[in-house]
Protein backbone atom coordinates (compact mmCIF):
# COMPACT_ATOMS: atom_id res chain seq x y z
CA UNK A 1 0.00 0.00 0.00
CA UNK A 2 1.32 3.25 -1.16
CA UNK A 3 2.21 5.78 1.83
CA UNK A 4 -0.29 9.04 1.89
CA UNK A 5 1.03 12.40 0.91
CA UNK A 6 1.88 15.01 3.45
CA UNK A 7 2.04 18.90 2.67
CA UNK A 8 5.07 20.02 4.22
CA UNK A 9 4.59 23.27 2.83
CA UNK A 10 2.38 25.48 1.68
CA UNK A 11 2.48 29.11 0.83
CA UNK A 12 -1.21 30.87 -1.57
CA UNK A 13 -0.51 32.50 -4.57
CA UNK A 14 -3.16 35.36 -5.74
CA UNK A 15 -4.48 33.45 -9.03
CA UNK A 16 -4.02 29.57 -8.99
CA UNK A 17 -4.58 28.35 -5.24
CA UNK A 18 -2.04 26.83 -2.89
CA UNK A 19 1.42 26.45 -3.71
CA UNK A 20 2.18 22.96 -2.04
CA UNK A 21 5.16 20.90 -1.46
CA UNK A 22 3.88 17.24 -0.53
CA UNK A 23 6.23 14.40 0.35
CA UNK A 24 5.52 10.48 0.78
CA UNK A 25 8.99 8.39 1.97
CA UNK A 26 12.62 9.68 1.58
CA UNK A 27 12.78 10.74 -1.76
CA UNK A 28 8.82 11.30 -3.20
CA UNK A 29 8.23 14.89 -3.97
CA UNK A 30 5.24 16.45 -5.74
CA UNK A 31 5.00 20.20 -5.62
CA UNK A 32 1.34 20.66 -6.67
CA UNK A 33 -0.75 24.20 -7.77
CA UNK A 34 -4.13 24.35 -6.69
CA UNK A 35 -5.38 20.74 -8.08
CA UNK A 36 -2.67 20.87 -10.84
CA UNK A 37 0.35 18.72 -9.90
CA UNK A 38 3.21 20.91 -11.27
CA UNK A 39 6.41 18.08 -10.80
CA UNK A 40 7.10 14.47 -9.28
CA UNK A 41 10.17 13.93 -8.15
CA UNK A 42 9.68 9.68 -10.07
CA UNK A 43 9.43 11.42 -13.42
CA UNK A 44 12.42 13.96 -14.56
CA UNK A 45 14.09 12.10 -17.85
CA UNK A 46 12.74 14.83 -20.21
CA UNK A 47 14.30 16.83 -17.63
CA UNK A 48 17.70 15.41 -17.61
CA UNK A 49 17.40 14.99 -20.97
CA UNK A 50 16.72 18.62 -21.46
CA UNK A 51 20.40 19.66 -19.54
CA UNK A 52 22.13 17.35 -21.36
CA UNK A 53 21.41 18.75 -25.08
CA UNK A 54 21.35 22.05 -24.01
CA UNK A 55 24.75 21.95 -22.38
CA UNK A 56 26.59 19.01 -24.34
CA UNK A 57 28.56 21.10 -26.68
CA UNK A 58 30.00 23.61 -23.20
CA UNK A 59 31.79 20.89 -21.62
CA UNK A 60 34.82 22.05 -23.34
CA UNK A 61 34.42 25.86 -23.08
CA UNK A 62 36.20 27.79 -20.95
CA UNK A 63 33.88 29.56 -19.54
CA UNK A 64 30.37 29.08 -20.40
CA UNK A 65 27.48 31.45 -19.22
CA UNK A 66 23.99 29.19 -19.54
CA UNK A 67 20.49 30.75 -18.62
CA UNK A 68 18.21 28.50 -16.81
CA UNK A 69 14.51 29.57 -16.53
CA UNK A 70 12.17 27.74 -13.86
CA UNK A 71 13.88 25.81 -11.10
CA UNK A 72 11.87 23.71 -10.02
CA UNK A 73 12.97 20.36 -8.18
CA UNK A 74 16.18 21.54 -9.50
CA UNK A 75 16.49 18.35 -12.41
CA UNK A 76 17.19 20.60 -14.91
CA UNK A 77 20.08 22.40 -13.20
CA UNK A 78 21.33 19.23 -12.07
CA UNK A 79 21.51 18.07 -15.58
CA UNK A 80 23.12 21.35 -16.55
CA UNK A 81 25.93 21.92 -14.21
CA UNK A 82 26.76 17.75 -14.47
CA UNK A 83 27.78 19.24 -18.40
CA UNK A 84 29.66 22.55 -17.37
CA UNK A 85 33.31 23.30 -16.24
CA UNK A 86 33.91 24.53 -13.07
CA UNK A 87 34.58 27.63 -14.43
CA UNK A 88 30.62 28.29 -15.73
CA UNK A 89 28.40 30.78 -14.34
CA UNK A 90 24.74 29.73 -14.59
CA UNK A 91 21.90 32.22 -13.59
CA UNK A 92 18.74 30.63 -12.57
CA UNK A 93 15.33 32.88 -12.68
CA UNK A 94 13.19 31.24 -10.44
CA UNK A 95 9.46 33.08 -9.96
CA UNK A 96 8.52 32.19 -6.16
CA UNK A 97 11.09 32.27 -3.66
CA UNK A 98 9.80 29.16 -1.46
CA UNK A 99 10.93 26.60 -4.69
CA UNK A 100 14.38 28.10 -3.78
CA UNK A 101 14.07 27.40 -0.01
CA UNK A 102 12.70 24.06 -0.96
CA UNK A 103 15.62 23.21 -3.23
CA UNK A 104 17.71 24.48 -0.69
CA UNK A 105 16.55 22.06 1.84
CA UNK A 106 14.19 19.52 1.54
CA UNK A 107 14.31 18.39 -2.02
CA UNK A 108 18.13 19.10 -2.11
CA UNK A 109 18.42 14.91 -2.06
CA UNK A 110 17.62 14.84 -4.93
CA UNK A 111 20.21 16.95 -6.77
CA UNK A 112 23.20 16.81 -4.11
CA UNK A 113 22.01 20.92 -3.55
CA UNK A 114 22.22 21.80 -7.20
CA UNK A 115 21.06 25.31 -6.50
CA UNK A 116 24.09 25.76 -3.65
CA UNK A 117 26.77 25.13 -6.36
CA UNK A 118 28.86 27.69 -6.40
CA UNK A 119 28.46 28.36 -10.06
CA UNK A 120 24.70 29.02 -9.63
CA UNK A 121 23.25 32.72 -9.24
CA UNK A 122 19.57 32.46 -8.75
CA UNK A 123 17.92 35.14 -9.43
CA UNK A 124 13.99 35.98 -8.37
CA UNK A 125 11.69 37.35 -11.30
CA UNK A 126 10.55 36.60 -14.65
CA UNK A 127 12.39 34.98 -16.89
CA UNK A 128 10.94 36.13 -20.01
CA UNK A 129 11.98 40.16 -18.82
CA UNK A 130 15.41 38.75 -17.91
CA UNK A 131 16.22 37.58 -21.52
CA UNK A 132 14.56 40.71 -22.74
CA UNK A 133 17.10 42.84 -20.46
CA UNK A 134 19.69 40.49 -21.63
CA UNK A 135 19.22 40.66 -25.22
CA UNK A 136 19.85 44.61 -24.94
CA UNK A 137 23.17 44.18 -23.64
CA UNK A 138 23.81 41.43 -25.49
CA UNK A 139 27.02 42.07 -26.67
CA UNK A 140 29.63 41.34 -24.46
CA UNK A 141 27.06 39.27 -21.42
CA UNK A 142 24.86 36.95 -23.57
CA UNK A 143 24.56 33.41 -23.24
CA UNK A 144 26.19 30.62 -24.49
CA UNK A 145 22.85 28.52 -23.69
CA UNK A 146 19.25 29.42 -21.93
CA UNK A 147 17.56 26.28 -21.06
CA UNK A 148 13.56 26.92 -20.31
CA UNK A 149 11.83 24.08 -18.38
CA UNK A 150 8.67 26.02 -17.53
CA UNK A 151 4.93 24.12 -16.57
CA UNK A 152 3.37 22.99 -19.80
CA UNK A 153 6.46 24.79 -22.29
CA UNK A 154 4.82 26.36 -25.55
CA UNK A 155 1.35 24.87 -26.36
CA UNK A 156 -1.38 25.60 -29.03
CA UNK A 157 -3.04 28.21 -27.72
CA UNK A 158 -0.35 30.39 -27.35
CA UNK A 159 -0.09 33.81 -29.01
CA UNK A 160 2.26 33.37 -32.10
CA UNK A 161 3.31 36.40 -32.22
CA UNK A 162 3.12 37.82 -28.49
CA UNK A 163 3.24 35.44 -26.04
CA UNK A 164 6.07 35.97 -23.39
CA UNK A 165 7.97 33.26 -23.97
CA UNK A 166 7.39 31.40 -26.99
CA UNK A 167 6.40 34.28 -29.39
CA UNK A 168 7.71 35.01 -32.14
CA UNK A 169 9.04 38.06 -30.23
CA UNK A 170 10.19 36.31 -27.35
CA UNK A 171 12.06 34.10 -29.82
CA UNK A 172 13.54 37.21 -31.57
CA UNK A 173 14.77 38.63 -27.97
CA UNK A 174 16.04 35.23 -27.06
CA UNK A 175 18.06 34.84 -30.38
CA UNK A 176 19.44 38.38 -29.34
CA UNK A 177 20.49 37.03 -25.69
CA UNK A 178 22.39 34.23 -26.90
CA UNK A 179 26.14 34.17 -28.38
CA UNK A 180 26.98 33.28 -32.00
CA UNK A 181 26.50 29.43 -31.92
CA UNK A 182 24.35 29.23 -28.86
CA UNK A 183 21.51 27.00 -27.93
CA UNK A 184 17.60 28.04 -26.88
CA UNK A 185 16.71 24.45 -25.33
CA UNK A 186 13.11 24.53 -24.10
CA UNK A 187 10.72 22.20 -22.45
CA UNK A 188 7.78 21.48 -24.11
CA UNK A 189 4.79 18.91 -22.45
CA UNK A 190 3.68 18.15 -25.52
CA UNK A 191 5.35 18.43 -28.89
CA UNK A 192 4.21 22.35 -31.19
CA UNK A 193 4.71 22.10 -34.43
CA UNK A 194 4.15 25.92 -34.77
CA UNK A 195 6.65 26.88 -31.68
CA UNK A 196 8.77 24.81 -34.13
CA UNK A 197 7.91 26.81 -36.96
CA UNK A 198 8.17 29.79 -35.12
CA UNK A 199 12.27 29.26 -34.09
CA UNK A 200 13.08 28.01 -37.76
CA UNK A 201 11.36 31.12 -38.99
CA UNK A 202 13.61 32.95 -36.77
CA UNK A 203 17.09 31.48 -38.07
CA UNK A 204 17.24 28.64 -35.65
CA UNK A 205 18.13 25.42 -36.27
CA UNK A 206 16.37 22.84 -35.14
CA UNK A 207 16.16 19.26 -33.29
CA UNK A 208 12.93 18.01 -31.75
CA UNK A 209 13.48 14.62 -29.61
CA UNK A 210 11.01 13.06 -27.38
CA UNK A 211 12.88 11.29 -24.84
CA UNK A 212 11.84 8.08 -23.25
CA UNK A 213 9.94 5.09 -24.56
CA UNK A 214 6.30 4.54 -23.61
CA UNK A 215 4.03 6.34 -21.71
CA UNK A 216 4.15 10.31 -21.34
CA UNK A 217 6.84 11.54 -23.45
CA UNK A 218 7.98 15.01 -23.30
CA UNK A 219 8.86 17.26 -25.67
CA UNK A 220 12.81 18.68 -25.93
CA UNK A 221 12.96 21.56 -28.52
CA UNK A 222 16.82 22.32 -29.26
CA UNK A 223 17.19 25.63 -31.57
CA UNK A 224 20.57 26.25 -32.37
CA UNK A 225 21.90 30.05 -33.39
CA UNK A 226 24.35 30.57 -36.13
CA UNK A 227 26.80 32.77 -36.16
Known sequence: MALPWKIIDSIDTEEEGALQLRQRGAKDFLITIGTQVLMNSSAHRSEVALGQLACARLRQHPQPRVLVGGLGMGFTLRSVLDQ???????????????????????????????????????EIGDVAALIKCSAIAAGTAGFDAIVLD??????????????????????????????????????????????????????????????????????????????
Open 84 to 122: LPATAQVVVAELNPVVVQWCQGPLAVLTAGAVNDPRVAV
Open 150 to 227: LYRGPHFYADAENDPLYGNKAIQAACRALKPDGVLAVWGENYDERFEQRLRKAGFTVTVQRPGKGGLRHAVFVALRGR
